[in-house]
């Protein structure tokens, strides 16, 4: 069973004074805005957050319906633009194993796997011993989903009130606090050099080619930061 001591120690992360709370809520402001300009009831939208969760893949789902793809098209988006929460999972899962903890609670809580919640659990896994991580991280990945949908409810109820510019406003925030938590969290070169190369890149590349900028940027300005990294450790 889960340990309920550490599950709401890890939901109560998500109100700190640098928790993701307010950015995720305005970003999914715009997401239950855009669920019910498509046609989803209240209930299809909360699902939809729920199922599909990461920010993203809610994005290219509820595009890639307004623009009538198939169901197959849209899983195979959704799935494709989600992968990228793989090297995530590789970095953090080895820090929660522990032998005594069952299957079902890693198979379960990969689920929860965003940056959201991941930079909370890499910012406060040490302070929690390695049995429980698991039930703490369970705990965090509760608290934003539960943040993701009371941010879809308001935003369906709401969505009269919003136009364009504010939808795209709100979806815009999560972003840049995910990149303010990187800078501070960065504790190495790469990491620092990363997110530099990336934020320098990105607008470049975005005038030669604005479907691929944020794909080649990162490939681009990952590896020099990892190159550079890798030169100065030697």
């Not at 939809?48 to 809610?58: I, N």
């Amino acid at each position: 069973m889960i340990k309920k001591n550490f599950f709401f120690k890890g939901y109560r992360s998500i109100f700190t004074h640098d928790s993701p709370a307010i950015a995720l809520t305005c970003c999914f402001i715009a997401i239950g805005a855009l669920f019910k300009n498509l046609g989803f009831n209240i209930q299809e939208s909360i699902f939809s957050t729920v199922l599909t969760y990461a920010l993203p893949g809610s994005l290219v789902m509820a595009e890639s319906m307004l623009i009538g793809a198939s169901l197959l098209n849209i899983f195979l988006g959704v799935w494709i633009v989600n992968a990228r929460l793989y090297p995530m999972a590789v970095s953090l899962f080895p820090l929660m194993m522990h032998k005594s903890q069952p299957k079902w609670k890693y198979y379960f809580s990969c689920h929860f796997i965003a940056i959201s919640a991941w930079l909370i659990m890499k910012s406060n896994y040490k302070n929690i011993p390695k049995k429980h991580r698991i039930d703490y991280w369970i705990g965090i990945g509760s608290a934003t989903v539960s943040v993701s949908v009371i941010g879809t409810f308001l935003g369906f109820s709401f969505s009269e009130h919003l136009n364009k510019d504010m939808m795209l406003g709100l979806a815009i925030l999560n972003p840049v606090y995910f990149l303010c938590m990187m800078i501070g969290a960065s504790k190495t070169i790469p990491v620092t050099l990363s997110v530099l190369f990336g934020t320098i890149l990105g607008p470049i590349i975005y005038l030669l080619s604005p479907e691929w900028s944020i794909l080649i940027a990162g490939i681009i300005g990952g590896t020099l930061a990892y190159l550079v990294g890798e030169h100065s450790v030697s």
